[in-house]
C-alpha cells in the first residue's frame, strides 16, 4: 500500500471508522466505509487534512433510511473510498459543505431527488428541479421496489486476494 | 431656380446615394473578405457571386416591423438612429475626391468632419439610455467611454500633419503633398490615427459596445429594421470617412500617377487608397480577438497619448527649425 | 417609425427584485439564452458597474433526470442516453457505462475492440477540444479561429461517422466490444488526419497561442488555486491547468491505455491560458495514443460474448473514465436482474461550475466571459 494511503487508513482508525478493503478489479474503488452520520463530518475534514477530494455524494434509498454515497479519491496515487451514511430518523444529516465547498451542490441535488435535509447547508434551494418543484424527491422509490439495504451488498466476502496483493494499487 | 440651389440639391443626392452605394459595397467586401480568411466561399446566391445580397438585404430591412419596447422613451428610441445617420453624411461634402470632385470646399473641412463625426457620441448615448434595457446601457457605457477617449489620440495625430500644412482645408492639405506623401515624414501619426479611427467608428478588435457573446449587441440590441440598418449604414459611412481623412492626410488624396482627364479621374486613385485601407481594417477585424475594456483605455491613455503628445512636440520643433 | 405593437401588446408583470443590499449594485442576467454560456445556463450576476460582485449560476434548463431513466431501462436501453449527455464528446461516457457492466459482471473484452475503443475515444477528445478552442475564441470576439477548428473537426467526423455512423451523439459501443469493426479505410484515413493535424499546429500557433490581445485576455484570468481545486473536487484539464498531474488513464489505468506511452500536460499558473495550452498539448498528446494504438491494433474479434439479458450480482460498482473534461464515474448500485436499482453519474463539468461563485468575485464582466470560456463547459451534462 502506498505510504500515503496507509497514513490515512491509520488516521481514520484512529477516529475509531471501520475501512474494509474492497477487490478494486470487481468494485472498481480500494476502500469501503458504512458509516454513523455523528462521524461524518470528523471523516471530511481527515479526508481534506490528507488530500483527497470529493468524487461525489449521492442518495440510495433504501430500507430503513435512505442512505448517503460519499466517494473520496486522491489527486496522486489510486485510493478510492466509498462511505454510505444512513440518514437520520428526520431524514436529516450534517452538510460537510463548509469542508468541501464542492458538496455544496451535490448535497442541493441530492435534496432535490430525494427530500433529505442537510443541516446547516447554506442554500438548500433546488438546484436541477425547478422552484415549484421542491416536493418532488424523483427517485424515492414506490414501496414495491424498495429494498433492504443488505440486500444491495455483495454476497461473497469482501476479502478475496491476500491484502497485501491486493491492495497493491497505489 | 438658382444654379447654387440646384448645384446643392444635385450634390444632397448624390452624397445620401454614395453613401448607401458605399455602405453596399463595403458590406459586400467585408462579407466576402471575412468569408475568404474563414475558408468559406461567402456569398453567393444572389446575383452572381452575390453582387446583388446587400440591395436585397436593404429592400428586407426596409421591411422589417419596427418593435419600439415597451418601457422605453419613444421619442428618444426612434431619434437615436436619425441622429446617429444623419452627421455620417456631411463630412462627404467636403471630402475631395478629385481635383474638381469636392461639393463645397471650405477653409475648416478637417475640423467640420471632427466635429460631425463626434455628434455620434450623443447617438449611441440616446440609444442606450432610451432603450430600456441593461445590456444597452453597458454597451453605450463602455462606447462613450471608448470615443471620448480615442478622440483624444487622434486629434494629436492630426495636428502633428496640420503643424507642417498650416491649413485645415482638405484640399490645402493633398496640394501640400506636392513632392512626397505625408505618411513618409509622420509615420507614427498615420498609425495612431489609423489605431485611434478603428477604436471611433467600433470596430473590432475595439468593438466592446457591440460585444456580440458578452452583450448580446450592445447599444442596437433592441433595434430593428430600418432602426438597425441606420446604425449599420452610419458605421460603415464612419468607416470610410477615417479613411479617406487617412488617405487626404497621409496618402496624398487623389494624387498618383497621372490619368488622363486628370482633374477628374484623380477619384480612381483616391477610391484605391481608401478602399485598401478599408481592406486592412476588414482584414484586422477578423484576425484579432476582442480588447478587454480596461486594457483598452489603458492602451489608450497610457501608450497612444503620450505617443501622440512626443510626435506633436517633435513635430513641433522641427517644424520651427526647417 | 410607427408602433406596430400598439394596443395589443401583452403586459407581463414581472416581480420586481428586491432586497439589493446595496443601491449601487444591479442584477444582471445572463442567459438562459446567451451566446456565451454553451448550452442553457443563466448566472444571475450582481454588478456594480463593470465589476461583478457576485455570480450565481441557476441550473436545471436542461434536465431531464437521466439517473431515474436508467432505473427503469436495462443497458441496452439506456445505451443512446449516455451519448446524449456530454454531445461534444460521448465516446468517453459510453465508455464508462459499458465498461461498469463489464467489471460488475466480469466480461471480457477482446483486446481489438479494447483498442478500437481506445482509438475511437481519443479521437473523439481531439474533437472536443476543438470545439472548445474554436468557441472559446468566439466568445472573445475572434471570429476565424472556430472556422478553422470546425475544418479539423469535419475530418474527424467523417471518419468516426463510417464506422460508428453518428456525427455526434455517439452509441457505439456494447458491452462486451463494439458494434462494428474498423477497416483498412478507417485506419489509412486516420492516419492521414493524425500527418495533417500536426500540421495544422503551427496555424492554431500562429493565430491564437501567440496572439497578443489573446494572451492579454487569458493570462492571470480565474486563476484557480490547486487547493480550491480540492475543495471543489474540479478535475480534467482545469485541474491540469492548476498545475496537478492527475489524470485517471495514469491514476487508475483502464482497458488498454497501460501499453501506451503519453504524458499529461500541465500548467504553473492556474490561469485561462494555461487551461488553453493544456488543451492544445493534449490533443498532440492524443495524436501519440492514436498513432501507437494503431501500430499496436491487434487482430480479433470486436464484440465479445455477453449475455443478452444481463443478470448482475447485487452489490455497488464503480467505473472512471478520464472524459474530455474531467473525470467521469458511473456508480452502480444493483438488486440483481437485468436493470440498475440505482445509477449515479458524476459528471466533470458540474464540479468545475460550482467553482464559479468562488472566483468570480470582483471580475469584471469580460473577465468572466472568458474564465467561463476556459472552464469548458457543456450544460447538457451538468444538467443530465
Known amino acids: ?170 | 431656380m438658382p444654379p447654387e440651389l440646384l448645384r446643392m440639391i444635385i450634390a444632397a443626392v448624390l452624397v445620401v446615394a454614395f453613401v448607401f452605394l458605399n455602405a453596399m459595397i463595403l458590406g459586400y467586401m467585408e462579407r466576402k473578405v471575412s468569408a475568404h480568411i474563414q475558408r468559406r466561399p461567402g456569398l453567393m446566391e444572389v446575383g452572381p457571386h452575390g453582387v446583388l445580397q446587400l440591395l436585397i438585404d436593404g429592400l428586407k430591412l426596409i421591411g422589417k416591423q419596427l418593435v419600439v419596447p415597451e418601457g422605453s422613451n419613444k421619442f428618444l428610441f426612434r431619434l437615436a438612429p436619425v441622429l446617429s445617420f444623419a452627421p455620417c453624411v456631411l463630412p462627404f461634402v467636403v471630402i475631395p475626391f478629385s481635383k474638381k470632385l469636392q461639393i463645397v470646399s471650405m477653409d475648416i473641412s478637417l475640423i467640420f468632419i471632427l466635429a460631425m463625426t463626434s455628434i455620434n457620441v450623443i447617438a449611441i448615448l440616446v440609444a442606450g439610455w432610451a432603450s430600456n434595457n441593461k445590456y444597452s446601457l453597458f454597451g453605450t457605457f463602455r462606447s462613450v467611454a471608448q470615443a471620448v477617449s480615442y478622440e483624444i489620440p487622434m486629434l494629436l495625430s492630426i495636428l502633428s500633419v496640420i503643424l507642417v500644412t498650416s491649413t485645415f482645408s482638405l484640399s490645402g492639405i493633398i496640394a501640400a503633398q506636392k513632392y512626397y506623401w505625408f505618411i513618409l515624414i509622420q509615420p507614427l501619426a498615420f498609425i495612431i490615427y489609423f489605431i485611434s479611427g478603428m477604436a471611433e467608428t467600433n470596430r473590432a478588435p475595439f468593438d466592446m459596445p457591440e460585444a456580440e457573446s458578452e452583450l448580446t449587441a450592445g447599444f442596437h440590441t433592441e433595434y430593428s429594421g430600418m432602426g438597425f440598418s441606420f446604425f449599420f449604414l452610419a458605421e460603415y459611412a464612419n468607416m470610410f470617412t477615417v479613411c479617406s481623412i487617412a488617405t487626404v492626410l497621409f496618402l496624398g488624396g487623389w494624387k498618383g500617377i497621372p490619368l488622363p482627364l486628370g482633374d477628374y479621374t484623380g477619384i480612381f486613385w483616391f477610391m484605391l487608397k481608401v478602399y485598401g485601407l478599408l481592406f486592412v481594417m476588414i482584414w484586422v477585424r477578423w484576425t484579432f480577438p476582442r480588447v478587454r475594456f480596461d486594457q483598452l483605455m489603458t492602451f489608450c491613455w497610457k501608450y497612444l497619448i503620450p505617443f501622440a503628445l512626443a510626435n506633436l512636440l517633435i513635430t513641433a520643433v522641427l517644424v520651427k527649425l526647417i | 417609425m410607427g408602433n406596430l405593437v400598439g394596443d395589443n401588446a401583452v403586459h407581463v408583470d414581472l416581480e420586481p427584485v428586491t432586497d439589493i443590499p446595496n443601491d449601487n449594485h444591479f442584477y444582471l442576467n445572463m442567459g438562459p439564452q446567451h451566446p456565451s454560456t454553451h448550452g442553457v445556463l443563466r448566472v444571475l450576476l450582481e454588478m456594480d458597474g463593470e465589476y461583478v460582485v457576485e455570480a450565481q449560476p441557476v441550473l436545471g434548463y436542461g434536465h431531464r433526470m437521466q439517473e431515474k431513466m436508467a432505473e427503469h431501462k436495462n443497458w441496452m436501453a439506456f445505451m443512446p442516453n449516455t451519448g446524449r449527455m456530454d454531445y461534444a464528446a460521448a465516446l468517453p461516457y459510453n465508455h464508462g457505462y459499458v465498461a461498469l457492466f463489464e467489471r460488475l459482471c466480469g466480461i471480457e473484452v477482446p483486446a481489438r475492440a479494447e483498442y478500437i475503443r481506445v482509438i475511437t475515444s481519443e479521437l473523439n477528445r481531439i474533437v472536443s477540444h476543438h470545439l472548445w478552442i474554436g468557441a472559446m475564441l468566439l466568445d472573445m470576439g475572434a471570429f476565424t479561429p472556430i472556422l478553422y477548428t470546425f475544418d479539423d473537426r469535419e475530418q474527424v467526423l467523417d471518419i468516426l461517422e463510417d464506422v460508428t455512423g453518428s456525427r455526434l451523439t455517439y452509441c457505439y459501443f456494447r458491452v462486451g466490444g463494439v458494434c462494428k469493426d474498423i477497416d483498412d479505410k478507417f485506419i489509412e484515413k486516420t492516419r492521414a488526419f493524425i500527418k495533417r493535424q500536426r500540421e495544422r499546429f503551427t496555424i492554431y500557433n500562429d493565430l491564437i497561442t501567440g496572439n497578443i490581445i489573446f494572451i492579454k485576455r487569458t493570462e492571470g484570468v480565474g486563476i484557480i488555486s490547486p487547493d480550491m481545486a480540492r475543495r471543489y473536487g474540479i478535475t480534467g484539464p482545469v485541474l491540469r491547468g492548476s498545475g496537478i498531474a492527475y489524470d485517471v488513464r495514469k491514476n487508475e489505468p483502464y482497458s488498454v491505455y497501460p501499453n501506451f506511452d503519453f504524458e499529461i500536460p500541465v500548467g504553473q499558473n492556474g490561469d485561462s491560458y494555461d487551461r488553453y495550452m493544456v488543451r492544445l498539448l493534449e490533443i498532440e498528446q492524443s495524436l501519440r495514443i492514436i498513432e501507437q494504438a494503431l501500430d499496436q491494433l491487434p487482430e480479433g474479434p470486436f464484440l465479445g460474448k455477453a449475455p443478452k439479458k444481463m443478470k448482475m450480482p447485487t452489490g455497488d460498482c464503480s467505473f472512471t473514465v478520464e472524459a474530455a473534461r474531467g473525470e467521469l464515474t458511473y456508480y452502480l448500485v444493483s438488486g440483481g436482474g437485468d436493470i440498475p436499482y440505482r445509477l449515479k453519474i458524476r459528471v466533470p463539468s458540474y464540479s468545475n461550475l460550482s467553482v464559479l461563485p468562488e472566483l468570480c468575485q470582483s471580475m469584471l464582466l469580460s473577465d468572466l466571459v472568458a474564465a467561463m470560456g476556459s472552464m469548458d463547459l457543456v450544460i447538457p451534462e451538468i444538467d443530465r
Request: aromatic letters at 8%; a negative charge; hydrophobic letters at 40%.
Open chain 1, 1 to 170: 500500500m502506498h505510504p500515503a494511503t496507509e497514513k490515512l487508513v491509520s488516521a481514520l482508525k484512529e477516529l475509531s471508522i471501520q475501512v474494509d478493503n474492497c477487490n478494486y478489479e470487481e468494485r472498481g474503488y480500494h476502500f469501503e466505509i458504512d458509516l454513523e452520520a455523528d462521524k461524518l463530518r470528523v471523516l471530511a475534514e481527515c479526508m481534506l487534512a490528507q488530500e483527497m477530494f470529493l468524487g461525489f455524494v449521492g442518495g440510495l434509498h433504501v430500507k430503513p433510511a435512505i442512505e448517503i454515497v460519499y466517494q473520496f479519491a486522491s489527486f496522486e496515487r489510486a485510493c478510492r473510498f466509498v462511505v454510505r451514511v444512513p440518514v437520520a430518523a428526520d431524514n436529516s444529516i450534517p452538510t460537510i459543505s463548509d469542508i468541501y465547498q464542492g458538496a455544496n451542490w451535490h448535497e442541493r441535488e441530492t435534496r432535490d431527488f430525494y427530500g433529505v435535509n442537510f443541516t446547516d447547508h447554506p442554500n438548500l434551494v433546488p438546484l436541477l428541479l425547478a422552484e415549484e418543484d421542491v416536493d418532488l424527491k424523483p427517485l424515492l422509490k414506490k414501496d414495491e421496489d424498495l429494498k433492504e439495504s443488505a440486500e444491495l451488498r455483495w454476497a461473497a466476502p469482501v476479502e478475496e486476494k491476500p491484502e497485501a496483493e491486493k491492495a497493491e494499487q497505489g
